[in-house]
């Protein structure tokens, strides 16, 4: 069984930095392709940003794109998501997502594992 345990979240100012964490569990980490997806209140989930089982390619959504960066380290088992010059509008839980099949997956449906997800509040 797979297991996503995601941190790093927290209470942060308009145009703060936070740095999530997804640790993962299993021997076929390496093999899965991973995204963070986020899910504010009374909204459906959103994704946010992914990347190929290698970490050689990533696609970050438009409304985050040159703000986030997402990252994994394979020998750690663990993805990241550094979150700069963050807004009000990306308050919301963030979910770290494993897929079994496929590159970059952009849409949340295409995820097999997910973890239980982290709060993330940006004041203004």
């Known amino acids: 069984q797979v297991q996503l345990v995601e941190s790093g979240g927290g209470l942060v100012q308009a145009g703060g930095s936070l740095r999530l964490s997804c640790a993962v569990s299993?021997?076929?980490?390496?093999?899965?392709?991973m995204g963070w997806v986020r899910q504010a209140p009374g909204r459906e989930r959103e994704f946010v940003a992914a990347i190929t089982w290698s970490g050689g390619n990533t696609y970050c959504a438009d409304s985050v794109k040159g703000r986030f960066t997402i990252s994994r380290d394979n020998a750690k088992n663990t993805v990241y998501l550094q979150m700069n010059s963050l807004k009000p509008e990306d308050t919301a839980v963030y979910y770290c997502?494993?897929?079994?099949?496929?590159?970059?997956?952009?849409?949340?449906?295409?995820?097999?594992?997910w973890g239980q997800g982290t709060q993330v509040t940006v004041s203004s």
């Open positions: 299993g021997r076929t980490f390496s093999t899965y392709a």
């Open positions: 997502a494993a897929g079994k099949h496929g590159a970059l997956l952009i849409w949340p449906h295409s995820y097999d594992y």
